[in-house]
């Protein structure tokens, strides 16, 4: 029902009032709407960039300094490695066999055919002739020189040709005489293919394939590595950063955790043949070998299970936010958002366990920004 009192105006003035009225409002009400709309778009223009629908929460973090590592941590397995057979080369009767864990160590006998030793020499060619008249020259002399040589014998001139390798001369013959007198051999300055075995380092003796009284021409025995090793399989595109020499950390099964080094990075891709190749499975891989820093850490462990973390690249004294304060701008690159909603243009660096590298001007340690949540 209309009051009298106010209902006083002519229809015409009010009619008109009214409009002015409602033209306002929707004025109002349009800036508004319009304002919402452009922080929406450029709200979720921010986000567009990160995954995920629902909009995260956020919360305020911290620019810091300090030194921030991309590390992966992978699964190996310590134990001994390179096994390789040992088979003998001379006449007579296996008189004398090692126990398995023994050390085939150079100028050493290994083990004993017709009572007498075989000796290990380390090298890559086995001697493969007697050594006996004066100025053949080869490979095999090579590998007598340098073990008589690292024994600490005095071989005399070095006697080497640029095709053949070494030659066998007297001063070389007078020092295996030596040698072969303060090791209880028979003192002939000539030297016989089964009297020696020559092997690739120091070695450790795995399995005793031989029995006494067999004929010294069979297999012998198998030697692994001498030190305990870590093989590790790493995929093949991430292999690249892996360098011989690099630290690496290696989680053992009682979670004690020892300093280790990568001594070997394989070269020869495994898996990744076609699907109906039922012997070639996974991905492609290269198999890099850590070995312990200090062999005592692993000592009562012959074989386990154990997480080795690779460190591929540090950046020292850098400054850092988590990922999640990042905004991807429309027009490329990113930015920090201060909490009164300004902008930071970055640069970004080294992405690392949940942290970006960071720079650029007006970024400094203890800057307050956003981050979600």
Do not use: C
């Amino acid at each position: 029902m209309t009051d009298p009192a106010t209902d006083t105006e002519p229809a015409p003035r009010r009619t008109n009032r009214r409009r002015l009225v409602l033209a306002a409002a929707a004025l109002v009400t349009a800036v508004a709407a319009g304002a919402g709309a452009l922080a929406l778009s450029a709200h979720g223009e921010a986000k567009a960039e990160r995954p995920g629908s629902a909009a995260p929460s956020t919360a305020l973090t911290t620019v810091v300094r300090g030194d921030l590592a991309d590390s992966r941590t992978l699964t190996g397995t310590l134990g001994f490695a390179g096994t390789r057979t040992v088979k003998g080369t001379g006449k007579g009767v296996v008189t004398q066999l090692p126990k398995p864990g023994a050390t085939a160590t150079r100028g050493k006998p290994l083990y004993r055919v017709d009572d007498r030793p075989v000796m290990v020499f380390f090298g890559d060619t086995p001697v493969f002739r007697a050594l006996v008249k004066l100025g053949v020259s080869g490979r095999d002399v090579t590998v007598l020189a340098d073990n008589l040589l690292a024994l600490g014998y005095d071989i005399g001139p070095p006697g080497r040709t640029t095709a053949n390798g070494t030659r066998f001369t007297p001063s070389l013959a007078a020092a295996l005489k030596r040698w072969q007198r303060d090791t209880g051999q028979q003192q002939t300055g000539t030297l016989d293919p089964g009297r020696v075995i020559v092997l690739p380092g120091e070695a450790r003796v795995g399995d005793v394939k031989a029995q006494l009284g067999d004929p010294a021409t069979g297999d012998m025995l198998t030697v692994t590595s001498a030190a305990k090793t870590v093989g590790v399989k790493v995929d093949a595109a991430d292999a690249a950063p892996i360098r011989v020499g690099d630290e690496v950390s290696i989680a053992l099964p009682s979670a004690k955790t020892i300093p280790g080094k990568v001594t070997a990075v394989g070269h020869t891709v495994q898996g990744g043949g076609d699907e109906q190749d039922e012997e070639v499975t996974g991905p492609p891989s290269l198999r890099v070998t850590v070995t312990p820093t200090h062999g005592a850490d692993v000592k009562g462990l012959d074989s386990a299970s154990v997480r080795v973390t690779f460190t591929a690249e540090t950046r020292k004294n850098v400054l850092s936010v988590p990922v999640g304060a990042l905004l991807a701008l429309r027009e490329g690159g990113y930015a920090l958002q201060r909490h009164d909603g300004t902008l930071l243009a970055v640069k970004t660096g080294l992405f690392a366990k949940g942290m970006v590298e960071v720079s650029g001007k007006d970024v400094r340690e203890g800057l307050r920004v956003v981050t979600t949540s």
